[in-house]
């Protein structure tokens, strides 16, 4: 089958998908067109890249239960294709409303050990720290605010999908060892501070993050109180009744 079809698309386990596309790569033809959807961009790209076939290596930043494609964005790794092929290719991915990022695999990888593999690995910690302490969920929520409330929803979000996915996701980014040795040292500062009651090393610390973020800081602020409101909104309807 794969060497009749124009079109290859591997769409398999993040962990196994490297060693798929390499037993599968020898199968390959020149005029074909390689690609994959993986979460992890280097590894899966290059082991495309042994065949003499098209490459593009593909990211959705969404999951499958999804209304509609429209303001989603998709990561897009061009590595070896005729700049005609990719523009129509391009073209096809934006007809649906999703948002076209191009990169590398490299640049892909750095930015997912921020954007996946540091958010998803302080959300796996937030449930861990609440399952060792014994923390009360329902206990938890009743006295959550609807900003809280969003916040816990993510984390109950992430757990409510696959652990394989996941733990492959931090295991398999090359950036996961930076990220760790960063979460290592704030912690150890954090941890500094609160032995020593030490309040001016948390305000220092704050106001240099907000430094660094800048603009987004209040933008983001506005944002959310949407989101919060948004929220206050669905639970007054949902709770209604005549």
Same mark, same amino acid.
Not at 86 to 91: F, I, P
Not at 107 to 116: A, K, L, P, V
């Given at each position: ?8 698309? =591997? ?15 020898? !199968?390959? &033809?020149?005029?074909?067109?390689? $690609?994959?959807?993986?979460?992890? &961009?280097?590894?899966?790209?290059? #082991? ?26 998709? /990561?897009?790794?061009?590595?070896? @294709? ?10 096809? $991915?934006?007809?649906?409303?999703? #948002? /076209? +990022? ?12 921020? @954007? ?24 938890? *929520? #009743? !006295?959550?605010?609807?900003? !809280?409330?969003?916040? *816990?929803?993510? /984390? ?8 394989? $996915?996941?733990?492959?996701? @931090? ?22 501070? =609160?032995? &020593? ?6 305000? +220092? ?27 206050? &909104?669905?639970? #007054? ?6």
């Amino acid at each position: 089958m794969l060497e009749s079809s124009d079109i290859v698309l =591997f769409s398999v386990p993040l962990h196994r998908t490297e060693a798929i596309i390499r037993d599968l790569v020898p !199968y390959a &033809k020149p005029h074909q067109l390689l $690609l994959d959807l993986s979460s992890l &961009k280097v590894g899966p790209v290059r #082991e495309m890249l042994r065949s003499a076939s098209f490459v593009v290596g593909l990211h959705p930043m969404f999951g499958g239960r999804i209304s509609t494609f429209r303001g989603q964005t998709i /990561v897009a790794c061009p590595a070896r @294709i005729p700049t005609p092929d990719w523009l129509r290719l391009r073209s096809l $991915l934006s007809a649906g409303g999703m #948002e /076209v +990022k191009e990169s590398t695999p490299e640049e892909h990888d750095r930015m997912m050990s921020i @954007i996946q593999v540091l958010f998803h690995m302080t959300t796996m910690l937030t449930g861990r720290v609440m399952r060792r302490m014994g923390i009360d969920l329902a206990e938890v *929520l #009743e !006295y959550a605010s609807p900003g !809280y409330r969003v916040e *816990l929803s993510q /984390v109950g979000r992430l757990f409510a999908q696959s652990p394989e $996915l996941y733990s492959a996701i @931090i295991q398999g980014n090359p950036g996961t060892g930076e990220v760790l040795a960063q979460l290592r040292e704030g912690l150890e500062l954090y941890g500094g501070w =609160f032995e &020593k009651q030490e309040l001016s090393g948390f305000v +220092k610390d704050f106001e240099r993050s907000a430094r660094y973020l800048g603009e987004f800081c209040s933008r983001a602020f506005r944002d959310s109180s949407v989101l919060h409101e948004t929220v206050v &909104k669905c639970s #007054e309807g949902g709770s209604g009744g005549d």
